[in-house]
């Protein structure tokens, strides 16, 4: 699992590769699906209504002809869920489909999402 450190409701940047079994890179128009599931490690609750939610090359994510996968992370994205928690963990799931279905990758980041306390 990748990791990524984020300031709380700040807009970021995370990259990663959409790959195939062979670790070959997949095009973004060779997907059928991508979908991403965003949660709170700690408690389940779904961040930002992102529950296998569509991003394929909708909703601040893209993914190019080299399979070079972006996601705009919202501020939404990184809301802290437990005010008392210094730092939480968010774990996001990408889960894709080619081959018309018929084959399926998954990819999970857990987001280290820092408390910045006076933020509102």
Known sequence: MANYWVNEKVTARYTADVQDHEENAIAGSSLTTLT???YDQSTGTIINSRNAQDVLNTNGVTVNSSGNLVWIIDPDDNAIV???SKVEKHIALFAWTWDSGNKAGKHEVMLHVKN???VT
């Open 116 to 118: 910045l306390t006076k």
């Open 36 to 38: 991403l599931t965003l």
């Open 82 to 84: 437990t005010s008392t």
